[in-house]
């Protein structure tokens, strides 16, 4: 992959406090976290709402390839490669120094299966290609959201990439410009997308879906939401509680 921008200039720093390691762009901010006594689970809430795509698509085999749009501290690239050894990993990530520190300091695996790749997640995406059955991204640089991966034609991009059981998940904040981003999944997605309830830390998660469409009851959220936690541990039983709150019919369609 051609490297047509230049890595961000902004410090990559590590704090520790109570067990849990974070990772840092220059400020407080947290860019990803690992509770040091289990690294392989989500120590986030959002990176938790991130693998709702397992809910919905409850396929054995599923999925197959997946597509991470930033590394941060690897907690996502790193609970699909310990789950799903089934399942080849490509990660994106612009700026090398954070790959550097997730090996070194958040026990990313070296492994044929989990492919980092320095480089513009936008210009990847864009350039077309191999397809995907799960599309995962969460670039954030010191500013927020860069602007490329924010963008109508990156949102259409991504659908072009993914298979036809595919979903691309994106994490928003709930800040200036929040409703604008919504707006333009939407449009990229000709209204088949879903906006999973707020965590308590602003984060929305925003997923679309390639051309087969998503119809689940909540009770199906619920069973799978009970098997998933029996095979990995990962307890996305409260995010069916939410979305529960949001869907008083108990379907969930889109």
Not at 27 to 51: F, K, N
Not at 112 to 117: A, E, G, I
Not at 127 to 134: I, P, T
Request: glycine share 8%; aromatic share 8%.
């Amino acid at each position: 992959m051609k490297k047509h921008r230049k890595p961000p200039r902004h410090p990559v720093d590590i704090s520790e406090a109570d067990g849990i390691r974070q990772l840092h762009f220059g400020s407080d901010w947290v860019q990803g976290a690992m509770r040091i006594a289990r690294p392989w689970s989500l120590e986030l809430e959002y990176t938790r709402d991130m693998m709702a795509g397992l809910l919905l698509r409850s396929t054995a085999g599923w999925p197959k390839k997946a597509l991470l749009a930033g590394l941060g501290a690897g907690s996502l690239a790193k609970f699909l490669f310990r789950h799903y050894p089934g399942c080849r990993i490509t990660v994106l990530e612009i700026n090398p120094q954070v790959e550097f520190v997730a090996r070194q300091y958040f026990r990313l695996p070296d492994d044929p299966r989990l492919d980092v790749r320095i480089g513009c997640a936008a210009e990847f995406m864009l350039a077309g290609g191999e397809r995907y059955d799960l599309i995962l991204s969460d670039a954030f640089d010191d500013d927020g959201l860069p602007v490329l991966l924010d963008s109508e034609g990156y949102y259409l991009a991504c659908r072009a990439r993914l298979t036809d059981s595919g979903l691309f998940c994106a994490n928003l904040l709930r800040e200036k410009g929040f409703a604008a981003s919504v707006d333009r999944i939407r449009q990229a997605f000709d209204g088949h997308h879903l906006a999973l309830p707020a965590c308590s830390s602003g984060n929305t998660i925003l997923i679309g879906r390639g051309d087969d469409a998503v119809d689940r009851s909540l009770a199906e959220l619920a069973a799978n939401a009970d098997a998933l936690r029996r095979a990995t541990r990962l307890d996305l039983r409260p995010l069916v509680r939410r979305l529960a709150n949001d869907h008083p019919d108990g379907l969930l369609r889109f």
